[in-house]
């Protein structure tokens, strides 16, 4: 099928800042791009070819909209996968699919997903609701401290905490979460797998991620990752595993855990792009939104070599700040070689909110993590 410049339509589930820079790659290739978000202020809606907005998690809205496209895929998990189900009956291409869905969409099935497969992930239990929770830690059938999942509609480390008294429990909101055993562990890592509508793969380099320790959110995407080959060649094996079990089109980011012992575990996947790959706009000669677009069309998959190392530092809205969003020091990093902001068009910040990111690209690693630091401390999302 020709999709430059015909009447083909592209749909994707999500306005968010990952469907502003997939439709970057979309107008790049001239492909007509439809976007449905919940918001009227959705980060996407300006650049698409026809926006509407409405309920991600409604039968007939996501149904109808997906009529109006030829493939449909998604910037975001949270969508009704029932109307994903009769759109594929109906013949619209949906990738990733409603069954892959299913099993990513809610934590504790997909950690029941890692065991039967024999994917090495941390031991973990599941549980209904906080009191079933609450009950266990009662009665010691479960070891403190302990991290606790909601199950569903968790994201920027919201839906994840470290439990470490009975009374930490009290706190937790009324949802199904799983229990997981912590882990000591050397670094966070994540391999984005690519996987075509007819099968070709590839892996993007390992990344390492550093994290913020009170928001949970990542700080840091260094790429490629400062460990050792072996384990460097490990992870993308675990990673090419996963996707085969999950049998996914599009992307998969799976993020893991180096143990002490260098051991590598499954922490959790997700099926598009992710906040893991943003290095690769400016550090790779493809990157991961147009792998996305290669690999949902059954496009050849591109070139998932880095040109150079990249950093990415994510934009977060500061503490203390909420109200119409500023920015303060974009001038200054500008003004640094090898840097390139990215703003997602969010009007409003508050603490801890992704406004944006920064890459830092260049050919000494160490000279690009010193640029990162730099960048970190200079600028700032605040409001005015």
């Excluded at 979309?26 to 449905?36: E, G, H």
């Excluded at 855990?257 to 099926?271: H, K, S």
């Excluded at 591109?302 to 109200?323: C, F, H, P, Q, R």
């Amino acid at each position: 099928m020709n999709y430059f410049s015909t009447d083909f339509r592209l749909g994707i589930l999500g306005g968010g800042q990952l469907g502003k820079m997939l439709l970057s790659d979309t107008r790049k290739f001239d492909i007509a791009t439809l976007i449905l978000d919940p918001s009227k202020e959705a980060p996407a809606q300006y650049g698409a070819f026809e926006f509407f907005q409405g309920d991600l998690m409604d039968y007939d809205t996501v149904y109808e909209f997906g009529k109006k496209v030829n493939t449909l895929t998604i910037e975001i998990e949270g969508v009704n996968l029932d109307a994903l189900d009769q759109l594929e009956k109906e013949g619209i291409q949906v990738h990733p699919n409603a069954s892959t869905l299913r099993l990513i969409q809610n934590k504790g099935k997909q950690k029941d997903f890692y065991t039967q497969h024999n994917i090495p992930t941390a031991p973990y239990k599941r549980f209904a609701s906080k009191q079933e929770l609450l009950s266990a830690v009662e009665q010691s059938a479960i070891t403190l401290p302990f991290v606790w999942k909601s199950a569903q509609f968790g994201y920027d480390g919201n839906g994840v905490k470290v439990i470490r008294t009975s009374s930490d429990v009290e706190n937790l909101a009324e949802v199904e979460c799983i229990a997981e055993q912590m882990i000591p562990f050397k670094n966070e890592l994540a391999v984005i797998v690519a996987r075509s509508v007819s099968g070709e793969i590839k892996t993007f380099p390992v990344v390492e991620m550093e994290f913020h320790p009170e928001a949970n959110q990542v700080e840091y995407v260094i790429c490629p990752a400062r460990i050792d080959d072996k384990i460097a060649k490990k992870a993308r094996e675990i990673a090419l595993a996963v996707s085969e079990k999950f049998n996914h089109v599009g992307l998969l980011a799976v993020e893991m855990f180096q143990t002490e012992d260098d051991e590598i575990l499954v922490n959790e996947v997700a099926p598009r792009p992710h906040n893991s790959g943003h290095y690769s706009i400016e550090a790779s000669y493809t990157s991961q939104f147009e792998q996305h677009i290669r690999a949902i069309l059954d496009l050849p998959l591109g070139n998932t070599d880095s040109k150079v190392a990249g950093i990415m530092v994510n934009l977060v809205g500061a503490e203390g700040y909420t109200g119409p969003v500023y920015y303060e020091g974009m001038n200054e990093i500008l003004a640094i070689s090898g840097v390139t902001p990215h703003i997602y068009g969010k009007s409003e910040t508050r603490p801890f909110r992704k406004m944006g990111h920064v890459t830092i690209a260049n050919s000494n690693m160490e000279k690009a993590r010193e640029i990162a630091q730099k960048v970190k401390e200079t600028i700032k999302v605040i409001s005015k």
